[in-house]
């Protein structure tokens, strides 16, 4: 009888933990990036992406496309062993870039490294800002290991009408 009902506490105990394991605030603190989006640069409209909740909403996930054929995929989740964001970023051209961030100051500030296929390696500093109904993507690059840095693109999210 007393191995019932321990095994009943354990199961009560553990049963809202598997029901909603991502459901924290830090888990929604990229909320804002979901939905469908023309990608402007400087005005133009250079891409579309997507923005989209993965499994258990423990993920978001990025499918970015651009006219000419390129294309890219990012995940990005709150990870609780490390208290931080984490973005996986691959693309058609065979780049990975892997970012850790924090929402502060009202934007995620992601900093990291892309490795492209050649081999080189280019650290990265990357804003997603919310602005009145849009993203604003900043991201910088440093070619010399953090001694210089040097704008890399400026994106703005602009949300598709349905």
């Known amino acids: ?3 019932i009902a321990w095994a009943a506490c354990f199961l009560v105990l553990q049963c809202p933990a598997l029901a909603a394991p991502c459901s924290a605030p830090a888990h929604r603190e990229l909320d804002f990036w979901l939905g469908q989006w023309d990608v402007r640069d400087g005005g133009a409209t250079v ?5 989209e909740r ?9 499918t970015y496309t651009q006219p000419d054929g390129y294309s890219g995929t990012s995940l990005s989740f709150h990870d609780p062993v490390l208290r931080h964001w984490r973005q996986t970023w691959v693309d058609s051209t065979g780049s990975v870039g892997e970012f850790v961030g924090d929402f502060t100051d009202g934007a995620m500030r992601f900093t990291g490294e892309t490795h492209r296929a050649d081999g080189k390696k280019i ?6 800002v919310p602005e009145a109904g849009n993203v604003r993507q900043v991201s910088l690059a440093s070619r010399d290991a953090g001694a210089t840095w040097a704008p890399h693109y400026d994106y703005v999210y602009v949300r598709r009408k349905p």
């Not at 993965?54 to 990025?62: A, F, L, M, N, S």
């Open 1 to 3: 009888m007393i191995r």
């Open 54 to 62: 993965g499994p258990g909403d423990c993920v978001i996930r990025e």
């Open 47 to 51: 891409a579309t992406s997507r923005i």
């Open 123 to 128: 650290l990265r500093r990357m804003d997603l």
